[in-house]
């Protein structure tokens, strides 16, 4: 063999560094084009996610009652999830579309209204004076009152618009995670299967551990969090409209914000009944006022049941992750943010926990 015909083998021979390199750079094109082709079903797909791993025990309750298969359970347990998730929220939504019209032509015309407070408002202990005062103000002169505050209800108020803007998106999203969540349902047994085969390959024997823990996390912050969270809201909500409070889905929204991130309710809820009693009759009122207790405290008695399989995270992480998730991702944010980043922080505790055991066990 002369050195011309080694010369060309040496250049034919393929460099083992470069071909890697090349793989490598495909596979990350093929999956940031992939990524970009499915980013706009993600959001559902993760909401859908969500609610058919946290509704999967009433699935497997109405497969047991009913004797239907998994495909007539699962269209059986959606059609339930519509009628009692989507007409609530489109009900709230349409008065928190309304009132956010009204708020935002009223602060760019300046003719922004604010009703006297009620004489009642004075009586009421410690601040009743003050706060009083404060509203009557307002209640003249608006502008002059809040202009130093003009900037902030100018942010708050574009941030209502736009997130009542996208209500109607917001409740197409809805109904589209419910069905996958639903068609989830129908194959949760093959869902499990791929979840565990995902962990199994990312982290070896432990997969179906961290499997089965992914789950209890994800079901304890949906059903022990997000879900009282919106049943207290809708129930609220409902409220609202009976009593035809002004700014119903306002308060609704602001209601859902405080019950995710823990903070009780009747902060809003105590004082909108004292109100009542100005401006309704006494009977309406009292009614009223009883059924935003039973509202409230509905927390302190469904918490302790649906948490007690469940996982617990700190109060700040599940804050970081629903109102992150609102700033981000809008509505749908508040939800997913709270659940990823509470799966996420339990995740990392565990990997955590789990690595300073071993450095431990090396130790002895």
């Known amino acids: 063999m002369n050195h011309t015909d080694t010369t060309q083998q040496a250049q034919h021979r393929s460099n083992p560094l470069i071909d890697n390199a090349i793989r ?48 007539w359970t699962a269209t059986l347990l959606t059609a339930l999830m519509l009628i009692f998730l989507v007409t609530p929220t489109v009900m ?34 410690l601040l009743g004076k003050d706060l009083s005062a404060f509203w009557t103000k307002v209640s003249v002169d608006p502008k002059a009152t809040l202009g130093e505050f003009e900037p902030q209800i100018r942010k708050i108020a574009i941030w209502l618009i736009k997130t ?10 809805l109904i589209f995670s419910i069905v996958i969540a639903g068609v989830f349902l129908a194959n949760a047994e093959s869902g499990y299967r791929a979840s565990k ?39 609220a909500g409902m409220g609202f ?3 035809d409070i002004p700014g119903a889905g306002i308060l609704a929204l602001v209601c859902l914000v405080l019950a995710i991130v823990q903070i009780d309710i009747l902060l809003i809820l105590i004082p909108l009944s004292i109100y009542m009693f100005s401006v309704a009759d006494t009977g309406p009122a009292i009614a009223f006022l009883i059924w935003n207790i039973l509202v409230g405290l509905m927390n302190n008695v469904l918490k302790p049941i649906l948490l007690a399989r469940g996982v617990e995270a700190p109060m700040s992480i599940i804050f970081i ?26 995740l990392f505790i565990v990997w955590l ?12």
Not at 56 to 71: A, E, F, V
Not at 199 to 222: M, N, P, W, Y
């Open 24 to 71: 490598i750079g495909l596979i990350a094109l093929l999956v940031a084009i992939c990524f970009n082709i499915s980013k706009p079903f993600l959001g559902p797909i993760l909401w859908g996610v969500i609610i058919a791993v946290a509704t999967y025990p009433i699935y497997l309750w109405m497969k047991k009652i009913t004797g239907l298969g998994n495909g």
């Open 92 to 125: 709230l939504s349409s008065a928190l579309v309304s009132e956010t019209q009204d708020l935002a032509s009223g602060i760019k015309s300046g003719s922004l209204a604010v009703p006297p407070p009620p004489e009642s408002v004075a009586d009421l202990p």
């Open 164 to 173: 009542a803007g996208s209500a109607s998106l917001i409740i197409l999203i």
């Open 197 to 235: 085969l995902i962990f199994t390959r990312l982290v070896g024997s432990k997969g179906e551990a961290l499997t089965k823990l992914s789950h209890d996390t994800i079901t304890s912050v949906v059903n022990g969090i997000l879900g009282i969270a919106v049943i207290q809201t809708l129930l």
């Open 241 to 243: 409209i009976a009593m």
């Open 321 to 346: 992750g629903a109102i992150g998730g609102l700033i981000a991702y809008g509505i749908i944010g508040l939800f997913v943010g709270a659940v990823i980043f509470v799966l996420g922080y339990t």
């Open 353 to 364: 926990n789990e690595d300073t055991k071993t450095l431990n066990q090396e130790t002895v």
